[in-house]
Every structure is written in structure tokens, then in C-alpha cells.
């Protein structure tokens, strides 16, 4: 795997990690607010903590340093790497959502169910969730806040809809918003914005329903675990919007036609590979093959399809 620390600061004391999940670079982001308690929002995978442990060396915070570790939801490109990091941070609080904290502290329901998905594939791409000290997680609710100290917080907002268990993260000095996934993917070579929506918990209503909560918080600045920051918030929360709608409605349509799930999957592509630059004859082809394999079409469209069978 490279290891190669990339650290990029962004103001306000927050520095982005590409925290290289199975090698890849531009794919997951981490972050760093360098505050009077410092705060990782974002370990990225287990594969991904000798990766992070150097980028936090680099940046000057130690072993002792770390107040808390803080992610959106607890899929392992975001929390794969939590209890490693844990390990290597004992006096850092992990902050998740009340609904993921268990999985945490005993991953092995989570860890059986990647495999199923994931196959042999799973080793290479995340490696494995180590359990956290059930004492040092917090479970935040609809709402929670993380101190960082000097009256600076980190303010979470309940957001499913891309999962169960997923939360954006404000702060509250620089406007700054942790979207995770519940914004979709964001590829800063072109600047496109695709859904993710995985089964088992994507549902359209109340996905959208997130990102209108999104922009009422004001934030000044989106900040993608997929990737990197986006400035321009209004017209991103937007599209991101309108992509889900469009995958939505297509879907919906192969599923009234009686088509299978590779057939709606080939209807996906066929109706949406204009909107992206991304898939443009003239694009670098390995962008969208790593963005691809992290977010694909067929994981997609089959949580759109469970999503459409039981209902939603």
C-alpha cells in the first residue's frame, strides 16, 4: 500500500489527510482540526491509521494530544480505522452516532456483513474494524456537540438517509460542514457530484431531507470525506439533490419494467453518462475507475432497489 503522508491545509486550523485508502490517492479524506483539543474527523480505513498516525506526527500532535476522533457514520472508508487509531491515542474521546456505537465496540456483526459484500476484497480495501473500549465512545443523538476547546465546537446533526447512523459535523469557528456521504461523492477533477447510495439504508425522503437541513445550518464550506473541500454550497447541495433524483426516477423506471439489476444498472449508465465530466472522452480514465470502484453503480442502484421494494 503507499503510505505517503499528503497533508494540505485548508485555514482555520484544519489541515485535510488523504488517508490513501488500499493505496489510492484523492479517494478518502480525513481531517485535522489543529485546535486547543485536537480533533480527527475521519480515520478513514484500518489500512489507512500508519497513514493518519504519520500525518498527525507531522502536524505536531502526539500520543497524548489527540482529544477525539470523531466520524460520520461508521461505514469502513470513515471508522475502519477508529480502533486503531484509538490504540495509538489513548486519551481520545470517539465521538459516533448512537445507532453505530455499538458496532464500534464489538464489530463483529459489521465486520461479517463487509465480508459478505466484500468477499477477499475486503482485506485489501479496508482491513479490519479492531474493537474500541466501550468506555471511551460517546454516542451523540439527534444533536451533540464536541469541544475544541477556546469556545470552539463541533456541532453534529442527525443526517440519514444515506445511512441509519450517519451525522454532519459543523463548526462552529469556520463554518466549516462534514458532509460525509450523505452529500454524495465529490470528485475535485472535474468537480461532479454522484449519489451513494449502498443498501441497506438509503432512503430518497429522507435523504433529501438531510441535505435540506444541510443548507439550513449556513455553512461556509462543504467538506467531502470524498472527496476534499467545496466552497460553492449552495448550487453542490443542489446537485447533489438533483442527482439523487435522477438515479431515483431511473431506477424506479427499470423496476417498473420488470428489468433485473444489471439491466437497471445499464439504464443508470446510459441516462447519466453526460452529466459527468468524469466519464468524458477527454477525462483521465483512472479517475473514474478509482471513484468508481469506491462508489460504484451496481452498489447504487441496488440500494436504490431496496430502498424502491420495501417502499421508500
Known sequence: MDTT???????????????????????????????????????????????????????????????????????????????????????????????????????????????????????????????TDAARIRAVEDTGTVDLGGGRRLESHYSPGHAKHHVGLMDSQTGDLYVGDAAGVYIPETADVRPSTPPPDFDLDTALASLERFRSLGPQRLLFAHYGPVAEVEGTLERSAE??????????????????????????????????????????PDVAAKHEMLNSVESNVAGILHALDRGA
Open 243 to 284: 442527482e439523487l433524483r435522477v438515479w431515483v426516477d431511473t431506477v424506479r423506471d427499470a423496476k417498473d419494467r420488470g428489468l433485473d439489476l444489471d439491466h437497471a444498472v445499464a439504464m443508470v449508465v446510459e441516462r447519466t453518462k453526460d452529466r459527468y465530466a468524469v466519464l468524458s472522452d477527454d477525462a483521465d
Open 5 to 131: 503522508t499528503t497533508i494540505t491545509p485548508l485555514g482555520g486550523d484544519v489541515y485535510e489527510i488523504d488517508t490513501r485508502m488500499a493505496g489510492y490517492a484523492g479517494i478518502t479524506a480525513g481531517y485535522l482540526i489543529l485546535s486547543d483539543r485536537p480533533c480527527l474527523v475521519e480515520p478513514g480505513t484500518s489500512g489507512s491509521a500508519p497513514v493518519v498516525r504519520r500525518a498527525l506526527r507531522e502536524l505536531g500532535v502526539g500520543p497524548d494530544d489527540l482529544a477525539s476522533v470523531v466520524v460520520t457514520h461508521i461505514h469502513l472508508d470513515h471508522a475502519g480505522g477508529v480502533g486503531d487509531i484509538a490504540r495509538a491515542f489513548p486519551r481520545a474521546e470517539v465521538v459516533v452516532h448512537e445507532k453505530g456505537a455499538r458496532h464500534l465496540a464489538n464489530p463483529e456483526r459489521l465486520m461479517r456483513s463487509a465480508r459478505m459484500v466484500y468477499g477477499d476484497s475486503l482485506d485489501t480495501l479496508f482491513g479490519e474494524l479492531k474493537p
